[in-house]
Each structure stands twice: as structure tokens, then as C-alpha cells.
């Protein structure tokens, strides 16, 4: 008994701590196009360069996605398949939490009363959500014939900052290349 009570805290903890982190995914991609063809990639300047972060943190979601390219065995080069840009948005999100609670003269109660006294708290937290955007363009065509986005909260710590962009990149790239996900 004693075994499965703690075989299911942990799998309850897992479940915690992976809701907390994760990122949420999505991908649209072209019907029509041939990704079997794509074999290269590039980096396309002109679309990052747009892109309304530090330039730390774009070299860290560009070593992401190169890597992530790479380990699907695509290779960077002078004379790509693909053009790889990347667009990002931010949002603070506020959130309030008012946890007062009172004590009436006739126990636990909301209301006024002359003995009544609050013993909560009020307490105000910020996070930032962040949007990822991958998109990968027919370099020959000029047209994008896929995207994918990422969603989740930004690290609030300087050192978890790199884990968290392999994270988000990684998750985007697993819907690459439309089909193989399966």
C-alpha cells in the first residue's frame, strides 16, 4: 500500500511540475508543398533582424532550431532549400490573489460585524507569456511553406533562460516535418 501511495505522489508531482513548464504547440504548413525535397538551410537576416528581442536571445533561439535541424539531419549551407526566420511577441500577464478570510461571531462568514477582522493576505504576481514563431521559407519560391509556434511562459531566471528556449524550440520542431510526428 505504502508502495502505491508513493508511486501515485510522484506521478502526481510529474504531472505538476511538466503543466507548469510546458510549452503549447501548433503548426500550419502548405498542403502542396514537397518537404522531401528540402535536404538545406540558411538563416534568413532580413526576417530576424525584425524580431523584438536581445540579440542574446536570438542567437540562443537560432542555436536551438540549427541544432534541432541538424539532429533531423539538414545541413546548413551558402545555397539553401529553406530560409529559416523567426518572429516573437511578449505579454506580461498580472495576476491578484486575494486570500482574506474572516472570522464572524458566528464562525467562518463574509459580512460585517463588529467582531469581524480579516486575518488574509492580498498578494500580486507578474509572469510573462511568450509566442515563438518558426517559420521555414522555400528559398527557390520565396514562399513560406511552414510554420510553427510556441507558447508558454518566459524564465524568469537568467540561468534558466538558455533551457528554456531549447525547450520551446525543441517542442515547435517536433511538428517538423509535417507527417513525422506520428
Keep these: 500500500m505504502n508502495k502505491i501511495l508513493t508511486t501515485v505522489t510522484m506521478a502526481l508531482l510529474l504531472v505538476v511540475a511538466t503543466s507548469c513548464s510546458s510549452v503549447k504547440v501548433a503548426a500550419d504548413y502548405d498542403k502542396n508543398a514537397d518537404f522531401n525535397q528540402f535536404k538545406t538551410f540558411a538563416f534568413f537576416k532580413t526576417g530576424i533582424d525584425k524580431a523584438e ?3 542574446l536571445d536570438k542567437r540562443r533561439i537560432l542555436r536551438a532550431i540549427e541544432s534541432e535541424l541538424m539532429a533531423k539531419g539538414y545541413t546548413k549551407s551558402e545555397n539553401p532549400d529553406l530560409l529559416v ?3 516573437t511577441k511578449s505579454r506580461d500577464k498580472v495576476n491578484v490573489y486575494n486570500n482574506a478570510y474572516g472570522y464572524g461571531p458566528y464562525g467562518y462568514g463574509w459580512g460585517w460585524s463588529p467582531y469581524y477582522w480579516n486575518s488574509g493576505y492580498s498578494s500580486v504576481s507578474t509572469s510573462t507569456e511568450g509566442t515563438l514563431y518558426v517559420d521555414l521559407i522555400d528559398a527557390n519560391k520565396k514562399e513560406l511553406v511552414w510554420q510553427g509556434m510556441g507558447v508558454g511562459y518566459l524564465a524568469d531566471r537568467m540561468d534558466k533562460k538558455e533551457e528554456r528556449i531549447k525547450e520551446f524550440v525543441a ?3 517536433e511538428k517538423y ?3 513525422a510526428q506520428k
Aim: glycine share 8%; proline share 17%; no cysteine.
Design 85 to 87: 526566420s523567426i518572429f
Design 53 to 55: 528581442i536581445s540579440d
Design 171 to 173: 517542442k515547435i520542431m
Design 177 to 179: 516535418p509535417p507527417g
